[in-house]
């Protein structure tokens, strides 16, 4: 070990100073380890050093957020997709799944059983010191929620914002092949890339352009992969045909997207069954 | 715990039952950091039950980090975004709980860690918005957010971190910080044992980078 003392070493490294004679250090893994240490405090030095005022406030987020939040969630475990189950990453735009008839309570807790057990073991109330940002609306909130309250709305107004302004930004530019009028991040459900899928319209109707070959699709034999917009109930559903190398579908006249809003891609096994197989590799919700 | 100067104070005074420390840290060498610090047991035990998806965690994460998670996406993508940002944040979250790793970083880490690709998928967006690009724009790194989203994301972790820990701590390690004291002269200046020092600031500092690091879990 070297002479210096290990607790001076890491003042210079948090100052961003070397101060290591790297002569005493015995073996290169250790070496190695140390490196890694005092790059990692020079880094939470130089983010110390850089703060400023504005990192310090934090204001209280609006009421509505935990609301939606808990709505949001609310709504996967009456769908049955409790945490863990991952894949529904829903993105702007608004809940991805309607919640099955009877939604039970807002908290995660008490919605499903495999939510699990009563609310007993964890301590969500007393965990949270008096001083810090409760939302203690949201435990005033009334025990029973619709499905989509004020924050997903709010959400959604904010979508609807952003593609208004999408849209102007698109129609004032011009554009050479249409003009983007929704887009969806698509999610992987399995072991893919996510990639990003936009609506275009133009002169010859609306077209779905989604960079598959970005996705890294695992090839299959005997299945292919094929598009779909799919309904926020998950029922109704539009194929947009098979994966094309191009990346573009078009959407047929008379669908409107804003009903379909979920981008689908799922692997379709070559049985003749033109329904969906239920194995999807990738899903988002345009907004 | 008799200070009461911010808010600081009151995140260990209400339970683990009765403070049975008093004068400043009278057994830290060699102490266990977690129950040393209630602060930091409160985190890991939320981390513990979130990591498991128990019930009611997810509120008390929001409890915990909404505020620091929404500055995130209020100070990086603006404030018309930022409630939507930190519900998409938080939802993501809860669906991936069991993904949760504490042992590569914390919990507050991991959140901004999601908080910096949604903002970064926002931004992206809204510049192809701007430009008026129909087709997709390229996304051929994703994980490459710009550099001023990331040290954002640090600094917000770094004052959420420096905000637990307790005054008489906080002292120390912004002298650490912010000076060239030695340890020697910080002991000194604040009229503390060496040891004391020493084993604050080694710890606090561990628990920061453990913040820091739960950020870049996602890459």
């Given at each position: 070990?070297?002479?210096?003392?290990?607790?001076?070493?890491l003042?210079?490294?948090?100052?961003?100073?070397?101060?290591?004679?790297?002569?005493?250090r015995?073996?290169?893994?250790?070496?190695d380890?140390?490196?890694?240490?005092?790059d990692?405090?020079?880094?939470?030095?130089?983010?110390?050093?850089?703060?400023?005022?504005?990192?310090?406030?934090?204001d209280?987020?609006?009421?509505a957020?935990?609301?939606g939040?808990?709505?949001?969630?609310?709504a996967?475990?009456?769908?049955?997709?409790?945490?863990?189950?991952a894949?529904w990453?829903?993105?702007?735009?608004?809940?991805a799944?309607e919640p099955a008839p009877p939604?039970?309570?807002?908290?995660p807790?008490?919605a499903?059983?495999?939510?699990?057990?009563?609310?007993?073991?964890?301590?969500?109330s007393?965990?949270?010191p008096?001083?810090?940002?409760?939302?203690?609306?949201a435990?005033?909130?009334?025990?029973r929620?619709?499905?989509?309250?004020?924050g997903?709305l709010?959400a959604?107004?904010?979508a609807?914002?952003?593609?208004?302004?999408?849209?102007a930004?698109?129609?004032?530019?011009?554009?050479?092949?249409?003009?983007?009028?929704a887009?969806?991040?698509?999610?992987?459900l399995?072991?893919?890339?996510?990639?990003?899928?936009?609506?275009?319209?133009?002169?010859d109707?609306?077209?779905?352009?989604?960079?598959?070959d970005d996705?890294?699709?695992?090839?299959?034999s005997?299945?292919?992969?094929e598009v779909?917009l799919?309904?926020s109930?998950?029922q109704?559903?539009?194929?947009?045909?098979?994966m094309?190398?191009?990346?573009?579908?078009?959407?047929?006249?008379?669908?409107?997207?804003?009903?379909?809003?979920?981008?689908?891609?799922?692997?379709?096994?070559?049985?003749?069954?033109?329904?969906?197989?239920?194995?999807?590799?990738?899903?988002?919700?345009?907004? | 715990?008799?200070?009461k100067?911010?808010?600081?104070a009151?995140?260990?005074s209400?339970?683990y039952?009765?403070?049975?420390?008093?004068g400043?840290?009278a057994?830290?060498?060699g102490?266990?950091?977690?129950?040393?610090d209630?602060?930091?047991?409160?985190d890991?035990?939320?981390?513990?039950?979130?990591?498991?998806?128990?019930?009611?965690?997810?509120?008390?994460?929001y409890?915990?980090?909404?505020?620091?998670?929404?500055?995130?996406?209020r100070?990086?993508?603006?404030?018309?975004?930022?409630d939507?940002?930190?519900?998409?944040?938080f939802?993501a979250?809860w669906?991936?709980?069991?993904?949760?790793?504490?042992?590569?970083?914390?919990?507050?880490?991991?959140?901004?860690?999601?908080?910096r690709?949604?903002?970064?998928?926002?931004l992206?967006?809204?510049?192809?918005?701007?430009?008026?690009?129909?087709?997709?724009?390229?996304?051929?790194?994703?994980?490459?957010?710009a550099p001023?989203v990331?040290?954002?994301?640090q600094?917000?972790?770094?004052?959420?971190?420096l905000?637990r820990l307790?005054?008489?701590?906080?002292?120390?390690?912004?002298?650490a910080?912010?000076?060239?004291?030695?340890?020697?002269?910080?002991?000194?200046?604040?009229?503390?044992?060496?040891?004391?020092?020493?084993?604050?600031i080694?710890?606090?500092?561990a628990?920061?980078?453990?913040?820091?690091e739960g950020?870049?879990v996602?890459?």
């Open positions: 070990m070297s002479s210096v003392d290990p607790d001076d070493r003042l210079d490294a948090l100052r961003g100073g070397e101060g290591r004679p790297d002569a005493g015995p073996e290169a893994a250790a070496l380890e140390a490196d890694a240490d005092l990692a405090l020079g880094r939470l030095g130089r983010a110390a050093r850089a703060l400023s005022a504005d990192d310090l406030v934090l209280e987020p609006p009421p957020v935990w609301a939040i808990a709505a949001a969630v609310e996967d475990a009456a769908g049955d997709a409790s945490p863990g189950a894949g990453v829903v993105h702007e735009g608004g809940a799944r939604p039970s309570d807002t908290r807790s008490a499903t059983p495999e939510a699990a057990p009563p609310p007993s073991d964890t301590r969500p007393a965990a949270t008096p001083g810090e940002a409760g939302p203690r609306h435990r005033a909130a009334p025990a929620t619709r499905p989509r309250p004020a997903w709010l959604a107004v904010a609807v914002t952003l593609l208004v302004v999408a849209v930004a698109a129609l004032i530019t011009g554009g050479d092949g249409g003009d983007v009028v887009s969806a991040r698509l999610q992987p399995q072991q893919v890339s996510a990639v990003t899928a936009e609506v275009v319209e133009g002169g109707g609306a077209q779905l352009v989604v960079p598959l996705a890294g699709l695992p090839r299959e005997a299945a292919f992969y779909w799919i309904d109930n998950i109704g559903m539009v194929s947009l045909g098979p094309r190398a191009d990346g573009t579908y078009d959407i047929p006249a008379g669908v409107d997207f804003y009903r379909y809003p979920v981008v689908d891609v799922s692997i379709e096994p070559t049985d003749g069954n033109p329904t969906h197989s239920s194995n999807s590799v990738l899903r988002g919700t345009l907004s | 715990m008799v200070t100067t911010g808010y600081e009151d995140h260990r209400h339970h039952g009765a403070d049975v420390r008093s400043p840290d057994h830290d060498a102490g266990d950091p977690a129950r040393d209630r602060a930091t047991a409160d890991r035990a939320l981390e513990e039950a979130f990591g498991a998806a128990k019930p009611g965690s997810l509120e008390s994460a409890q915990r980090y909404g505020r620091v998670v929404h500055a995130f996406a100070q990086a993508a603006g404030p018309d975004v930022a939507e940002l930190t519900q998409d944040v939802v979250a669906r991936s709980a069991t993904r949760f790793e504490p042992a590569r970083g914390s919990l507050g880490g991991w959140l901004m860690g999601i908080a690709h949604k903002v970064t998928d926002e992206r967006r809204r510049q192809r918005a701007v430009a008026g690009t129909e087709k997709l724009v390229a996304l051929t790194d994703r994980n490459e957010a001023d990331d040290s954002l994301a600094r917000l972790l770094v004052a959420d971190g905000r307790r005054p008489e701590v906080r002292e120390v390690v912004e002298l910080f912010y000076s060239d004291l030695t340890h020697e002269q910080i002991a000194q200046t604040t009229g503390r044992p060496l040891g004391t020092v020493k084993s604050q080694r710890r606090s500092l628990s920061l980078r453990r913040h820091l950020v870049d996602i890459r």
